[in-house]
Structure formats: structure tokens, C-alpha cells
């Protein structure tokens, strides 16, 4: 699990990047396509404020209803041979 701290950094990371990545977009655009620069800053949203105080339970009966079970099954068999998913398989699924 990481610290507050560091988990602080990789959220003011992604968001720089994203900002980056973005602001990039905006000048190929306007050079190459001859757009004008109609593109707003993107608003950055950290799933904190979504997900905070929600349990592992509620969490996987809430997301993991829409993750795709052939997909487990197909990294479950790259893990283990004894066809049994396991719950760490549900919660990577749900979580990338």
C-alpha cells in the first residue's frame, strides 16, 4: 500500500501528464489539421472521490459485475493450471 505522501505525487504526476498530453494534442491540431485552439484544460478527476469508503466487498459487487469473465479466465491460466480463479484475478480485472 502506498503513503499518502507518495500517493500524492503519482496523482500530481498523471495529472501533469495528462495536462501535457493534451496540451500537446491541442498544438498538432491547430499546426497540422488547422483547428483552432477550441479545446478547454482538461478537468482531471481522481476516483478517490468516488470509491472512498467503499469496502473490497462493495467494490467487487459494484465493478466487478461488469468485468468479463472469459478475460479472467484467459490470465488465470498464464497464473495457474488448476482452472481455479482466484480472487486476486477478480479484483486485477476490475481494477485496470
Known sequence: MLSPETLATNVAGITSQAHTFFANASNYAEKRLQLSNTLSE?????????????????????????????????????????????????????TV
Open 42 to 94: 482538461p478537468k482531471v478527476l481522481n476516483n478517490i472521490n468516488w470509491f472512498r469508503g467503499m469496502g473490497l466487498l462493495d467494490f467487487l459487487r459494484d465493478v466487478g459485475k461488469h468485468a468479463k469473465v472469459n478475460v479472467m479466465i484467459g490470465r488465470e491460466r498464464h497464473a495457474t493450471s488448476s482452472g481455479i480463479i482466484r480472487l486476486l484475478s477478480v479484483y486485477y480485472v476490475t
